[in-house]
């Protein structure tokens, strides 16, 4: 298995996590894709957004897979005016990641992160590990409490 920087990190601080490699489908980076092909259900994937609020701001948000990010909701559990997707072209900046391996984990800028509550109904869940391919299955209280995660209802 390559070792990505959200990888590193999480065996640093020594945080227990599994990973699961698949093939990826260039065409099909969806969090649905990663279920079918991790053999995961869908409300386990959870998908990394990377946004920037009103002060031009990283914000991490990380949300089930089959659900869609409510800009007004998160912007109110993060306290800011607004929030918006960051443009793809800007994710490598921001985040040091591509598009379909964004992982909320070893992102080296400045930033708040996020995770909806339904991820607490789980043992475990799967987020990017920091690549197209490889998924990292942690406990959801263990990624909250190291990223300092805030929770809430953040999804439409």
């Known amino acids: 298995m390559k070792k990505t920087n959200a990888v590193r990190e999480l065996d640093q601080h020594k945080i227990p996590y599994k990973t699961k490699e698949y093939e990826v489908d260039e065409s099909d980076l969806s969090a649905i894709h990663v ?5 995961t259900d869908l409300e386990r994937i959870f998908k990394t957004l990377s946004l920037l609020n009103e002060k031009n701001e990283l ?20 306290g800011c005016k607004r929030v ?16 379909g391996g964004c ?8 930033h708040e992160s996020f995770i909806h509550e339904s991820a607490f109904k789980f043992d475990s869940i799967l987020i990017s590990g920091g690549m197209r391919g ?17 929770s809430g209802d953040i999804v439409v």
Do not use: F, H
């Not at 089959?66 to 993060?78: P, Q, R, S």
């Not at 918006?84 to 598009?99: D, H, N, Q, S």
């Not at 992982?103 to 400045?110: A, L, M, N, Q, T």
């Open 84 to 99: 918006e997707m960051l443009p793809l072209k800007e994710l490598t900046k921001y985040t040091g990641y591509v598009r």
């Open 59 to 78: 914000i991490i948000a990380c949300i089930p897979g089959g659900d869609n990010i409510d800009l007004k909701k998160l912007a109110k559990t993060a």
């Open 35 to 39: 279920a079918l092909v991790t053999n």
């Open 134 to 150: 490889l998924q990292i299955e942690i406990n959801p209280k263990d990624l909250a409490d190291y990223l300092k995660m805030k």
């Open 103 to 110: 992982s909320p984990v070893g992102i080296r800028k400045k």
